[in-house]
């Protein structure tokens, strides 16, 4: 019999439940033989505890229990459990198990687990099989390989590693229907999952086979170990068979253990040690396919080069995905032929939809009420006809797509591709910060950025006894020289930006006819970017100079001939440079520029162009500083600046400017630094403090969270800073923490503010992100007056949007990350001198002297640098040491004329030997051990130097040169997340980094979805605060939204709804399809998942937050009436962000503007709060409603200044 458990204390586990059970059960009126029961608690919680079922072997004895205990109840760990019988059948089988078995003691069954973990014994298998799981409770087994295999919890490493060696097993008929393939002769192969990838272990509770299922997120690490004289050697495979790639979407494994007895000791240790969670099935079926041979996958892409291509790509997507089958596409061929024939341009958004309905099962979309078939229940052939007939119903509404980015702005839509060691992953169209080639040569379709990421999200590097050079060869290395196939079309590589180098990111393009007619392929297009030859045999820097053209920037405008001209760096008396990479413009100039740049961006223009722009024009890069001096439109470069000859190209592209002032964080290597050099540790554990109090404050106030999340850059691309200071002093309502009273209590908020304070929290906890008040990050620029004196600076701060106006003055301490020598922490005095005043948010360097002060910090230049000043006298190091100073290595040159193929070389070179991360790393560690001057510190400060200029000069710091350590203990702040600084390989550091890593209170978190029977979005409280706020007298109103209104706003929220999902399913770890982030990190513009690589998931961070921005302008553009929704006036006109200037000869037109775009977006509210009632739980509409509700509060500001 099954009793139904709730109420169970939070603390409780199964053995804490069954131990108390059994004193009540093995004794009377229960039978003297000790009674056999099972115990399973459940992982979904009520509000009241978390649940389970209670399993007797008998009715009478449940009978008998429920009599005594039903209404008492029985207390565990401080709570009383509530019995009542269990509405679902007992399971036969499971009655039948218990009663041919006898009790064991839980204390007893512990025992002898730990007994098997201290042993670590790996567990020797039966059989085995990669596969995927269809659905909760089906298994489809695709491949495996002859060898003898062990399973085993690697404790050390924390890690669950399958082994398989060379010994051949029998060859049966399982052997013989996956056509298995012998393993390498005299070596092991190791798939190896870390406890983060995996999702749970699957056990059948009724399987007496032994098997247990590792359902992951991605495939595991794979690795070919031998033996090499004495020492063990490690190489990175692709797949349990070298060279041979896995099948897509194959991430999961299937294991049957010699016994039951095996199975549950290996089931127990990766709970308790490694915290995987464990799922019983009552049943798991297991079916066994092939995957598919190359032949299928040749025919696919043959047909899907005959393909549109955005129609091709949605389908290589979908088989990338593992969606669809290559088989099963083409089997649905001539249906799709057919599709594209009589739907034309409209057969890809339609297919999308189609592979919406396949993939939606695992995702809580929002229910629509008009879709009244269940795709799930049809064939594929009626799936995509309901995918036909939904849209094409779609497409009549009275409803504009949601508004693409214009094609001269800086954000354009582009197609990605992740290679990593075992998969490719597709990903587009998808917002992207956009370049030159892209904007010059348009046809976006046939550009692909391609990725090389390892299974993780981290960038592919060596380990100390791992070589990835087998791996790099076989997988990477033919996609660079030979090109990929995507779509149906053959992609070469083009080049990369600098940035993109580090994160082992290039761009690809496929041939097309440009609009003149000419074929342009990698080559022409190379060729037209301008003149390399003088850099024809140093490989590394020709691709550094090509990166040129693919760095992120934003156009404006196309200079003449004669508004360039050429002028002569500044130089010290020994020869060296002052000026590097800075050089004057004139303001006449500079303000054309700005204007053109604001235009593009539908902004109105308004203010002075910024004193100073970090820019590319053809062959130079660098920064132009304002000179009111120099009359006309003229801007001139010096020979620092200019690269190589582009005559041609004459394209000002903006890649930062001096518009405002950024906030001030020390980090890790700064504070070792500056303890070193007698700042007051008092004063930066003060500072931490007041970051910690700052991030705790954001879910108790909306004004604090405004003002701190606006600090942090959180949430800009749902403008949450605005909001939340708009619902604080227009509705007046506190943030809520329950549902209880006047407050506004809204879930998606709450986590959203949750995600925002874990994520500051954990910054300081892991990188010492502390804030410092008062002290600026500002872009360097050279004195081009020659008025200040060596030693000197000059910085003015300004931000009107803060009313902040700050004149530098006195002593302050200068630096530039990242920080590595004694000396990259300069004292400077910062003076007033009436030439510059003219210049804000810019430090600015004298001319005279020796050495650049700039080159001083940390070698850094002119050509768009972020300078450090800090102001507090606090923090002023007590001691200045002398700048390091380094020769540089040589340039790598060839013996010939370098091609795209030395270029490659370069490139794997830079994979295998790129150290900055890890002097970075060692240096931590050494000086946490001594100080930052010991000898092992200074050697690594020098080859952090030649590291960091690899990219440039293609000469690597040898990894045998570096200092070693004596052990792998290493100091406690350098735990990753999720791992225990207690652990074995961590020690306590005394120094001040380990004290302030030690005072963060981090809690692990991650957003869980609604729960509740009711909307979560609070919504009555704010409809009652707005019909306080007067709106009558503005002008607007709250009357019920019109049905063709209504509409509209559904159709827009179902549309914005798919596209937050794909953005939610392109930014996780995994990147599988039925994993995707919270609306909560969404929101607030975090990712919560532990990454190894955070640098990884920082970058993650700022695509999801480019996406969700033009997402979100899209639909802000929509809530504007439809005369005013192309028009030159951006969305954001009555954003607090920006400033509204009242025009009497507009004031009738743009009140109109304001009261219809608030009756739409009070419309899009109204839709959003419906579905929520529908469907609590949905993804999508809470945020819907509060980027409506942000752009109402808006508006009712901006109507108040009307009046």
């Known amino acids: 019999m099954d009793l139904f458990m709730r109420e169970i204390a939070l603390a409780a586990n199964e053995d804490d439940v069954k131990l108390e059970l059994a004193k009540i059960l093995h004794k009377p009126p229960f039978p003297h033989e000790p009674l056999n029961f099972e115990v399973r608690l459940f992982r979904k919680n009520n509000a009241r505890g978390r649940i389970g079922i209670l399993t007797l072997p008998t009715t009478d004895a449940g009978n008998t ?82 060898g003898r295999a062990h399973i085993a919890c690697d404790l050390e490493d924390r890690r669950v590693r399958l082994t398989l060696h060379n010994e051949p097993r029998h060859n049966d008929d399982f052997v013989a229907m996956f056509g ?3 393993l390498e002769q005299e070596t092991s192969i190791s798939a190896s999952y870390s406890p983060s990838n995996l999702d749970a272990i699957v056990s059948n509770s009724d399987d007496n086979h032994a098997v247990v299922f590792l359902r992951a997120q991605t495939f595991p690490v794979f690795l070919s170990q031998g033996t090499r004289g004495d020492r063990t050697v490690s190489r990175r495979l692709q797949g349990l068979v070298s060279g041979i790639p896995m099948p897509p979407g194959c991430f999961s494994l299937e294991c049957t253990f010699q016994n039951k007895t095996d199975r549950d000791a290996f089931i127990h240790t990766c709970q308790k040690r490694l915290s995987v969670r464990h799922i019983r099935k009552s049943q798991m079926s297991v079916r066994r396919e092939h995957s598919s041979p190359v032949a299928v996958m040749e025919e696919l892409n043959a047909f899907l080069a005959e393909m549109p291509f955005e129609l091709a790509f949605e389908i290589d997507k979908a088989v990338a995905n593992w969606t669809l089958t290559a088989s099963t596409v083409l089997s649905l061929k001539h249906t799709l032929i057919e599709l594209q024939r009589t739907q034309g341009d409209q057969t ?69 591709m992740v290679l990593t060691p075992t998969r490719h992953i597709l990903e587009g169209p998808v917002a992207d910060q956009s370049n030159s080639v892209l904007r010059r040569f348009g046809h976006h379709e046939c550009f692909l950025r391609v990725t090389f990421q390892d299974e993780d999200r981290s960038k592919l590097r060596r380990e100390v006894d791992t070589s990835i050079s087998e791996l790099l060869s076989t997988r990477y290395r033919p996609v660079l020289l030979k090109g990929c196939v995507v779509a149906g079309r053959k992609y070469r590589l083009l080049g990369y930006s600098m940035s993109g180098l580090k994160e082992h990111s290039m761009w690809f393009v496929t041939p097309f006819e440009n609009d003149e007619g000419r074929m342009m392929d990698a080559q022409t297009i190379r060729e037209s970017l301008g003149d ?21 920037t934003d156009p404006s405008i196309t200079l003449q001939p004669n508004e360039i001209c050429k002028i002569q760096d500044r130089k010290s008396a020994s020869g060296k440079i002052m000026t590097d990479g800075c050089s004057p413009i004139s303001a006449e100039l500079a303000d054309d520029i700005w204007r053109a740049h604001q235009g593009r961006k539908r902004r109105p223009v308004g203010g002075e162009a910024p004193s100073a722009i970090q820019y590319r024009l053809g062959g130079a890069k660098g920064m132009v500083v304002q000179d009111p001096n120099r009359s006309g439109k003229v801007i001139c470069l010096r020979p620092s600046q200019v690269k190589f000859d582009a005559p041609d190209n004459r394209t000002f592209d903006i890649q930062s400017t001096s518009l405002r002032p950024k906030s001030m964080f020390l980090n890790r290597p700064l504070i070792v630094l500056m303890e070193y050099l007698g700042v007051s540790s008092k004063r930066i554990i003060e500072l931490q403090d007041d970051s910690i109090h700052a991030a705790q404050s954001v879910q108790t106030s909306f004004l604090d969270a405004s003002t701190v999340l606006q600090q942090h850059g959180l949430g800009a691309s749902f403008h949450l800073p605005s909001l939340f200071r708009n619902i604080a002093d227009i509705l007046h309502l506190p943030v809520g923490n329950d549902l209880e009273g006047g407050s506004f209590y809204n879930d998606l908020i709450l986590k959203g503010l949750h995600c925002a304070e874990t994520h500051i929290l954990r910054e300081l906890k892991y990188r010492a992100h502390i804030g410092v008040p008062d002290s600026f990050t500002l872009l360097g620029v050279s004195d081009e007056w020659d008025c200040l004196r060596e030693g000197e600076i000059y ?82 190091p007590q001691i200045v040491a002398e700048p390091g100073e380094y020769k540089s290595l040589p340039i790598k040159q060839t013996l010939h004329p370098c091609g795209i193929e030395d270029v490659v070389d370069f490139i794997f070179d830079y994979i295998e030997a790129d150290l900055v991360g890890h002097i970075a790393i060692s240096h931590l560690r050494f000086s946490d051990l001594k100080d930052p001057s010991c000898q092992e510190c200074l050697q690594l400060a020098e080859f952090a130097s030649h590291a960091v200029d690899f990219p440039k000069t293609g000469t690597p710091v040898k990894f045998e040169q570096l200092p070693r350590h004596r052990d792998r203990t290493r100091p406690d702040f350098l735990a990753r997340e999720g791992s225990d600084p207690n652990g074995p390989n961590f020690y306590n550091s005394k120094k001040l980094l380990g004290i302030l890593c030690r005072r963060v209170p981090v809690r692990e978190w991650i957003p869980d979805e609604w729960r509740g029977e009711h909307s979560p979005s609070g919504g009555d409280v704010v409809e009652q605060a707005l019909e306080s706020v007067g709106l009558y007298a503005l002008g607007l109103g709250l009357q019920r939204p019109s049905d063709e209104l209504c509409e509209e706003m559904n159709y827009l929220l179902d549309e914005y709804c798919e596209q937050l999902l794909t953005i939610a399913s392109a930014h996780t770890i995994s990147k599988n399809k039925d994993v995707h982030v919270s609306e909560a990190e969404l929101l607030s513009g975090t990712i919560m998942a532990n990454w190894s690589d955070h640098h990884r998931r920082r970058e993650a961070v700022t695509s999801m937050n480019l996406q969700t921005h033009e997402l979100v302008r899209a639909v802000r553009a929509e809530f504007r009436p439809g005369d005013e929704n192309h028009s030159i006036v951006d969305d954001d006109d009555f954003s607090d962000d920006d400033w509204y200037e009242d025009e009497e000869d507009d004031f009738h037109r743009e009140s109109r503007v304001v009261t219809e775009t608030f009756k739409r977006a009070w419309a899009a509210w109204c839709v959003a709060e419906k579905a929520l009632a529908d469907y609590p739980e949905s993804y999508g509409p809470q945020s819907f409603g509060l980027v409506a509700l942000g752009r109402m509060l808006e508006l009712i500001k901006a109507a108040r200044q009307l009046l």
Request: some cysteine.
């Open 65 to 146: 229990f429920l009599r005594a205990y039903g209404t008492t109840g029985v207390f565990v760990k401080g709570r009383r459990i509530i019995f009542t019988l269990s509405n679902r059948p007992v399971t036969g089988a499971t009655v039948a198990r218990l009663n041919e078995t006898t009790w064991r003691d839980p204390r007893e069954l512990e025992a002898e687990r730990e007994r098997l973990i201290q042993a670590s014994r790996p567990f020797e298998l039966a059989d085995f099989a990669f596969g995927r799981f269809l659905g909760g409770d089906s298994f489809i087994a695709e491949y495996s390989v002859r």
């Open 180 to 182: 298995l393939m012998d």
């Open 348 to 416: 890809a958004p339609i297919f999308r939809k189609f592979i919406s309905f396949l993939e939606g099962e695992n995702i809580p979309r929002r229910r629509r009420s008009r879709r009244n078939t269940q795709p799930a229940l049809c064939s594929l052939e009626q799936q995509l006809v309901i995918a036909v007939n939904e849209y094409l119903l779609e497409q009549q509404q009275p409803r504009r797509r949601l508004a693409a980015p214009l094609a001269n702005t800086g954000v354009s839509y582009s197609y990605h």
């Open 532 to 552: 390399f030859s003088p850099l024809q045999y140093q490989p590394a820097r020709l691709g550094a100079r090509w990166s040129q053209a693919f760095s992120a």
């Open 795 to 876: 910085a003015t701060v300004y931000d009107e949007r803060k009313g902040l106006y700050k004149e530098i003055t006195g002593r302050v301490a200068i630096t530039r990350s990242p920080q590595i020598h004694p000396g990259d922490l300069q004292v400077v005095t910062a003076v007033r001198r009436p030439e510059l005043e003219h210049l804000t948010n810019v430090v600015v360097f004298s001319c005279r002297g020796d050495r650049s002060l700039a080159s001083c910090l940390g070698g850094g230049d002119l050509d768009g640098d972020d300078f450090n000043l800090i102001l507090d006298p606090n923090l002023l």
